[in-house]
């Protein structure tokens, strides 16, 4: 596991510089005219559009290809139309969606109840910048949360994501429907990860975080971890080709992140981890659409402290939020939707779901399974900077059986 770690660690490096040899040339900036653009700054979609440009190899305005330049800016999630003129300058006219938005969060899951607010802000000063902060209140503990991404830094290609989160509350390990396991955990976390975009579509960064963590045992188990806190760095590699079609991206979206702890205390040996995810989503049979969702992750520890606390998404639907502690785990979901009416405001969509994993558990033994089918009703909003407004219905027979899942936007 070591040596594996060791070896991706090196060939994000050497990646990473044989994209850099080609990464540097001479950018084409033409003239560029916005109009429409009252919340966010025209020095942000003059950016914009000269990245699109410079994305497509475009040397002279006689080469530019206006739609897909007027689709490179709606990838930007900012805006609900675009429209691009070119004649002796480059002439866009765009219209903005709402970007300050107040998300209230709820679950309802067995014996869990949490409810919360979101502030989110997907344009903030204009620049396009995300920020979120928000706060969950509920009878297995509080957790408050605070996100700060800079796509751009300065308008140019350097990048920044920070995560500040504060959590006190019960975690309860399931096997099927029952409690096996728990213990009460207090978390801090700050997190920044800065990167540079090597090209448009790839970004390479290096990530570092320190966990403060404090436990105690929850009835009515009596594991009561030693506490412990660590640094944890490591690359963290993203490549996005995609493109916004509002109730869905179109094309391929890979991240990548490796860890290693260092200066840990409370014992246990220094871990390393993994976290893979690629995301495929396409239109098949007219408008409808194929989402397909690959994750793996795992950890070389087998210290209770450190396995992955997964659940309640993506190949895991159907299982209790952080219900599920494993040492490795690999999972597919695969999602059908259907438009069924499409709008001035936005889309509503239909279909079914099957999720499918398979996992380790931190003592080690065999692989196990888990199995989910569904189908969900959304509405993908075109005049509010939110992904999606959902419900979800399903049943895993290996864990909570039926179930019933509710999306606002964003998980959290």
């Not at 090196?10 to 850099?20: D, H, I, P, Q, R």
């Not at 959902?390 to 019933?404: I, K, M, S």
């Amino acid at each position: 596991m070591r040596r594996l770690l060791q070896s991706l660690h090196a060939l994000v490096l050497v990646a990473g510089l044989a994209l850099a040899t080609t990464a540097a040339h001479a950018r084409f900036t033409p003239e560029v005219h916005i109009e429409g653009n009252s919340r966010t700054r025209s020095s942000y979609v003059r950016n914009r559009v000269h990245d699109c440009l410079e994305t497509q190899g475009v040397e002279t305005l006689a080469a530019v290809d206006i739609p897909a330049l007027e689709q490179c800016t709606i990838d930007s999630e900012l805006f609900s139309s675009v429209t691009v003129m070119v004649d002796t300058t480059v002439r866009i006219a765009v219209e903005e969606r709402w970007t300050l938005i107040p998300v209230p969060f709820f679950q309802s899951q067995q014996d869990t109840r949490r409810a919360g607010l979101f502030l989110i802000e997907s344009n903030l000063l204009g620049w396009g910048k995300l920020l979120v902060a928000g706060a969950t209140f509920g009878n297995r503990g509080n957790s408050y949360l605070l996100v700060l991404k800079d796509p751009a830094i300065a308008s140019g290609d350097w990048t920044v994501r920070t995560v500040l989160r504060r959590g006190d509350e019960d975690l309860y390990r399931y096997a099927e429907n029952d409690k096996v396991d728990g213990f009460q955990q207090q978390e801090g976390v700050v997190r920044v990860q800065p990167g540079y975009r090597w090209t448009p579509d790839l970004e390479l960064g290096w990530f570092g975080e320190y966990v403060d963590r404090h436990y105690r045992a929850a009835d009515p188990f009596t594991t009561d971890p030693v506490d412990t806190s660590y640094g944890n760095t490591g690359p963290a590699v993203e490549y996005d080709r995609t493109r916004y079609r509002f109730y869905f991206r179109e094309g391929h979206k890979t991240r990548l992140r490796l860890g290693r702890q260092f200066a840990r205390s409370g014992g246990g040996a220094e871990a390393a981890s993994y976290e893979l995810e690629h995301d495929w989503q396409f239109p098949l049979l007219g408008n409808n659409v194929l989402k397909l969702n690959l994750v793996g992750a795992g950890t070389s520890s087998s210290d209770l402290r450190d396995s992955l606390k997964l659940g309640g998404d993506g190949p895991l639907r159907g299982v209790e939020r952080d219900g599920l502690w494993v040492r490795h785990a690999v999972g597919a979901s695969v999602d059908y939707q259907v438009p069924l009416w499409q709008g001035r405001f936005g889309t509503w969509a239909a279909g079914p779901f099957a999720c499918y994993a398979r996992y380790r558990q931190p003592e080690g033994g065999g692989w196990q399974s888990s199995r989910a089918l569904g189908a969900g009703l959304f509405l993908y909003l075109k005049k509010i900077a939110l992904p999606g407004i959902g419900v979800a219905a399903g049943y895993n027979p290996d864990f909570t059986g039926g179930f019933v899942d509710i999306q606002v936007g964003f998980g959290f």
